[in-house]
């Protein structure tokens, strides 16, 4: 675990170092084409591989540990705690115990829930909002930054 997070994380503590979101201005293909900021994602838009938008999460940042950008797969992207697919290895990793750079906090972050728990953000497979937490407590501890399946 990232030696910034605490080992006993309590209900207090949560949203500070474990909640996910990605900034406003990170684009999301729709089915239909056009590429619009998560931030104007709408509830029902359908993502370009068909997942269903269920619910959009604006996150207060000012109280979050970090924001950094992280190289994913050549891809730069800007959140917190992210939770993605490893194509080549197989395997499901946060942005928990990556470097990354760290990034003035912008005043909120964004992340979606779909009906398949999953979207892709330049052919990356993120995670919705509600794994990105609910990974943590599937395995009833707060220190498996890593899910292998």
Same mark, same amino acid.
């Given at each position: 675990?990232? +030696?910034?997070i605490?080992?006993?994380i309590? /209900?207090? $503590?949560?949203? /500070?170092?474990? #909640?996910?979101?990605f900034?406003?201005? =990170?684009?999301? &293909?729709?089915e #239909?084409?056009?590429?619009?900021?998560?931030?104007?994602?709408?509830?029902n838009? @359908?993502?370009?591989? %068909? &997942?269903?938008?269920?619910? @959009?999460?604006?996150? #207060?940042?000012?109280?979050?540990?970090?924001?950094?950008e992280?190289?994913?797969? #050549?891809?730069?992207?800007? %959140?917190?705690?992210?939770? !993605?697919?490893? &194509? $080549?290895?197989?395997?499901y990793? =946060? $942005?928990?115990?990556?470097?990354?750079?760290q990034?003035? /906090?912008?005043?909120?972050l964004?992340?979606? @829930?779909?009906d =398949? /728990?999953? !979207?892709?953000?330049?052919?990356?497979?993120f995670?919705?909002?509600? !794994?990105?937490? +609910?990974?943590?407590? @599937?395995?009833? =501890?707060?220190?498996?930054?890593t899910?292998?399946?």
């Amino acid at each position: 675990l990232n +030696e910034s997070i605490p080992h006993n994380i309590g /209900k207090s $503590t949560i949203h /500070k170092y474990l #909640d996910s979101g990605f900034l406003e201005n =990170t684009k999301i &293909e729709l089915e #239909d084409g056009r590429s619009v900021d998560i931030k104007d994602i709408e509830i029902n838009d @359908i993502l370009k591989f %068909g &997942e269903n938008v269920l619910g @959009i999460v604006k996150i #207060d940042a000012k109280n979050l540990n970090g924001v950094r950008e992280y190289n994913i797969n #050549d891809n730069m992207i800007i %959140g917190s705690n992210l939770v !993605f697919k490893d &194509e $080549t290895l197989g395997r499901y990793i =946060t $942005t928990i115990n990556m470097g990354g750079i760290q990034k003035v /906090k912008p005043r909120y972050l964004y992340h979606l @829930i779909t009906d =398949t /728990k999953t !979207f892709k953000i330049n052919n990356v497979k993120f995670f919705d909002y509600s !794994f990105s937490l +609910e990974h943590y407590l @599937i395995n009833d =501890t707060y220190s498996s930054s890593t899910l292998i399946y």
